[in-house]
């Protein structure tokens, strides 16, 4: 079945960096968009950045353009969010997500929290 | 690409029905057949219970059944059971730069 797991979250200062990784299995990886989701604490679901199968075309969120950045290897099977910049405001949950058009499938999430 | 309307919160007394609802716009909801509704327990990932507005993926209960009006999705959950505790929230593909986008969230109570 699949399966999608995060890591590389943390304690990190304003201003500083993470990169999360997401290493996935049970489906055809290079078959399929893959992307990022977040929820802060308490609070509602939030799309951060998506990538296309190889690599052609990425989004992102208003929220974290020009500080984040999703990339993948379809040879290992992951997926990857290079976090840069950090503001308080981008603590939360993170979550990767196999898409098809929309999530279709979520892994169990890494915390991010930024702090002084 | 502004959030999908819920409504915060919905209740129901066990084996009683609740109808949770999802606006959007032609854009989105009304717009595509990529509907989607995920259950969320606390301390918990998402999981699918609806996809494509109707379909209901291998493991999720009968008692959960998707539908769409327009630009206002629906989702119904029949023969409540404690465990349907939980909150939900709607997605729909959006198209463009911002490929889809979440509902505000409702917190189920099972009275």
Not at chain 2, 33 to 54: C, D, F, L, R
């Amino acid at each position: 079945q699949v399966q999608l797991v995060e890591s590389g979250g943390g304690l990190v200062k304003p201003g500083g960096s993470l990169r999360l990784s997401c290493a996935a299995s049970g489906f055809t990886f290079s078959a399929y968009y893959m992307g990022w989701v977040r929820q802060a604490p308490g609070k509602g679901l939030e799309w951060v950045s998506d990538i296309s199968t190889s690599s052609t075309y990425t989004n992102y969120a208003d929220s974290v353009k020009g500080r984040f950045t999703i990339s993948r290897d379809n040879a290992k099977n992951s997926v990857y969010l290079q976090m840069n910049s950090l503001r308080v405001e981008d603590t939360a949950v993170y979550y990767c997500a196999r898409e098809n058009w929309v999530p279709a499938d979520w892994g169990q999430g890494t915390l991010v929290t930024v702090s002084p | 690409q502004s959030a999908l309307t819920q409504p915060p919160s919905a209740s129901g007394s066990p084996g009683q029905s609740v109808t949770i609802s999802c606006t959007g716009t032609d854009s989105d909801v009304g717009g595509y057949n990529y509907v989607s509704w995920y259950q969320q327990h606390p301390g918990k990932a998402p999981k699918v219970m609806i996809y494509e507005v109707t379909k209901r993926p291998s493991g999720v209960p009968d008692r959960f059944s998707g539908s769409r009006s327009g630009n206002t999705a629906s989702l119904t959950v029949s023969g409540l059971q404690a465990e349907d505790e939980a909150d939900y929230y709607c997605s729909s593909h959006a198209g463009g730069s911002n490929p889809y986008v979440f509902g505000t969230g409702t917190r189920v109570t099972v009275l």
